[in-house]
């Protein structure tokens, strides 16, 4: 009878041994909330914006909102312009678009080798820095349920479906060092409904990164491989407002877990962290892998700043905000989701 006691109380502790752990992730994931939740009001508006969105999405809290009212209102007066302008342009041939382009190109970041190959990259492509500008802000209006109420929204519209986008999406040297962009941007080109160019895309990243070179890719390719990967999860998603089918993306999934120990050993937190919530998206919370990430992302937390510092050890919380919300939302993860916030007349 003893043994059978003992047996029963083993058993009992294994299965208490994975809640004791998750409660550990979830409450470092609050520590690390705390800290930027206090300063969110000190941080730039497109830190404050992108933070508060995926709170939002996370908790569908109402604190969240005032911030995602206000990049709305931003939003809709920053497309408001360019709308215009293209509607002004319909008879010389768009040179609104290729003038936008060329401020834009002009005013890209250079601090770094990335931003500098991307700048460069864009320069080549003609109207697409602007055109990739207004399909990310169109999309987010319509995330907002904004896009109606944009007088004209038609003509920007009409306009992206003018735009050659496979040649540039499906470009090696573009996947190269853009492949979250492009990830992205195939997905809004989808969710508005203006072209589907997914399974292209898809193919020119697989044939851009195939298995047999990705142990020797350099780290600055081996990062942009994980973040290509990552975003065609995420954006799929809706960028964290519905959960995926794993159907759908079981081929960013196989491919993680084929490359497990590079991604704990050679990729940022950034990129762990979004390794993680593809699986949490897919409904996978289980893996092996995200267990581990979340554990890396905890042992990653500076024990003064109570946050993760960036890769150099800078603790700056505006620079950090991305890597920091996305272990949030990786170690608190509640398993629902919230769309929108949604600011159209009838909306939050």
């Known amino acids: ?79 408001a312009p360019d709308i215009q302008g293209l509607a002004d342009s319909l008879d010389d041939n768009n040179r609104y678009a290729e003038a936008r382009s060329q401020e834009i190109v002009a005013a890209y970041p250079q601090r770094t080798a990335k931003q500098r190959a991307r700048r460069a990259m864009l320069a080549e492509w003609g109207e697409i820095a602007f055109a990739a500008k207004l399909l990310f802000r169109l999309v987010q209006a319509d995330y907002h349920g904004l896009l109606p109420a944009l007088d004209n929204h038609e003509v920007a519209l009409d306009y992206l479906a003018d735009v050659d986008w496979r040649p540039f999406l499906t470009d090696p040297a573009v996947l190269g060092i853009y492949a979250a962009q492009a990830a992205n941007q195939v997905h809004y080109l989808h969710q508005l409904g203006i072209v589907d160019l997914r399974a292209e895309v898809e193919a020119a990243f697989r044939q851009r990164y195939p298995p047999s070179e990705v142990g020797r890719l350099d780290d600055t390719e081996y990062r942009n491989w994980l973040y290509g990967l990552t975003h065609f999860a995420i954006a799929a998603s809706r960028y964290y407002q519905q959960h995926l089918d794993t159907r759908d993306i079981d081929w960013v ?75 949030i939302m990786v170690l608190r993860w509640p398993g629902r989701l919230f769309s929108g916030p949604d600011m159209s007349s009838t909306g939050s």
């Not at 294994?14 to 992730?25: F, T």
């Open 1 to 79: 009878m003893a043994w059978l006691c003992l047996l029963l109380w083993l058993t009992g502790c294994a299965s208490i041994a994975p809640d004791i752990e998750r409660e550990r992730h979830r409450q470092a994931g609050l520590d690390i909330q705390a800290v930027y939740e206090a300063a969110l009001p000190t941080l730039p508006q497109d830190k404050q914006r992108h933070y508060a969105q995926r709170l939002y999405r996370l908790t569908g809290e109402a604190r969240y909102l005032d911030i995602n009212r206000a990049y709305g209102h931003r939003l809709v007066g920053r497309l």
């Open 253 to 327: 999934l196989n491919a993680f877990e084929s490359e497990a120990v590079g991604i704990l050993t050679r990729a940022t937190e950034d990129i762990q962290a979004e390794v993680a919530m593809s699986f949490l998206l897919a409904g996978q919370e289980q893996h092996p892998l995200v267990r581990e990430i979340r554990d890396a992302l905890v042992n990653a937390v500076d024990p003064v700043a109570g946050i993760i510092p960036s890769p150099s050890g800078s603790l700056d919380l505006a620079g950090g905000e991305h890597r920091n919300v996305l272990a």
